[in-house]
Structures are given as C-alpha cells and as structure tokens.
C-alpha cells in the first residue's frame, strides 16, 4: 500500500481538500486497495477540528464530502508515508527540519515535494496559495489547482506502479 500524507500549516484548508479530492480520485480509479492518503498540518493550532466551513462548502460544491479532523504531522508520519506532499516552501521548510530533528536522513525528492511540481498549468510560483483570509473565490482556486495537481500526481503513481486504472 502506497500512502500520501498532504501537508500544510493548520490542516484545516488546503491538506483537507488535497487529502478530500485525493480519497475521490482514488475510489474513481478503483485503487483503494493499492494506494491511501491523509493530511496534517506543520502546526497544531486546530487538532481535532473539522475543516474551515469555506473548505467543506467548496469541496461540496464538487461532490466531496471532507470529515478530515486536523491533526499536526508527527515524527512517526515521517517513517509512515511513502510520499509527503506539501502545499508551500514554507510547509516544505518545516517538514524539512522535522526530518533533521528526528535525526532522520534527508529526505529524498520523492518522498517529500510540493504538490503543485505536478501542476500542469504552473508558471512561476509552485506553492498552493493559502486562502484562509480569503473568499469563497480563493477556496474555489485552491480547489482547482489541488484537483489537476492530484490528477497528474496520482498518473504518475499509476506509471510508477504498473498499476490499471480501474475507473468506476
């Protein structure tokens, strides 16, 4: 079982739609028994909390339902998961050091990298902008580059695996 672990700051806006839109994309392909995903925050301001209200609404929006309940990333995610995907270069920066203060290897550039790396319509700047002082509009984009980037993400675990899309 491959396991992807989406992080980042409070794990209550842009991880719960990655890990939402993420679990759709997976039970759309028929791959649960190969590949599963979780999301965490580098902080633990809002531990067991649901998703910000704007997140819920907007994945609802697009039939995903998100029941996530925030929790911060610990050491042990760091051994649990097979990929560690982060939403900015500020997430990137903290996970980077939980790795070194855990006396942990560096990570490789598979195991821990942005997700927008899988953004086919990035230009510039590569981090998933947070939208938590933002509008419905901002949630709504988020959404937008969370899903392709998820897409071109899980076809590359698909290649990488051999596995068959098995599209419900």
């Given at each position: 079982m ?5 992080v980042?700051?409070?794990n209550?806006c ?7 839109v993420?679990k759709d994309l ?5 791959l649960e028994d190969k ?13 067991g909390?649901?998703p ?7 994945a609802?929006d697009?039939?995903?339902a998100?029941a ?6 610990t050491?042990a995610?760091l051994?649990?998961?097979?990929h ?7 997430n ?7 790795y070194?203060?855990?006396k942990?290897?560096n990570?490789a ?5 942005l997700?927008?790396?899988?953004d086919?319509n ?18 709504e984009?988020?959404f ?11 076809n590359?675990?698909i290649?990488k ?5 098995q599209?419900?």
């Amino acid at each position: 079982m491959v396991k992807v672990l989406f992080v980042c700051l409070g794990n209550i806006c842009r991880s719960p739609i990655a890990e939402g839109v993420f679990k759709d994309l997976i039970q759309k392909n028929g791959l649960e028994d190969k590949i599963s995903c979780d999301s965490a925050g580098t902080a633990g301001w809002h531990e067991g909390q649901l998703p910000d209200r704007r997140a819920i609404k907007i994945a609802l929006d697009h039939g995903i339902a998100l029941a996530h309940k925030g929790r911060e990333i610990t050491a042990a995610d760091l051994d649990t998961f097979d990929h560690i995907v982060v939403m900015d270069e500020s997430n990137f920066k903290d996970v980077y050091e939980l790795y070194y203060k855990t006396k942990h290897s560096n990570p490789a550039a598979e195991k821990l990298f942005l997700l927008r790396d899988y953004d086919p319509n990035v230009r510039g700047i590569k981090e998933v902008p947070d939208p938590y002082y933002g509008s419905e509009l901002d949630f709504e984009e988020v959404f937008h580059i969370v899903q392709r980037s998820n897409e071109a993400l899980l076809n590359s675990l698909i290649e990488k695996h051999g596995w068959q899309h098995q599209a419900q």
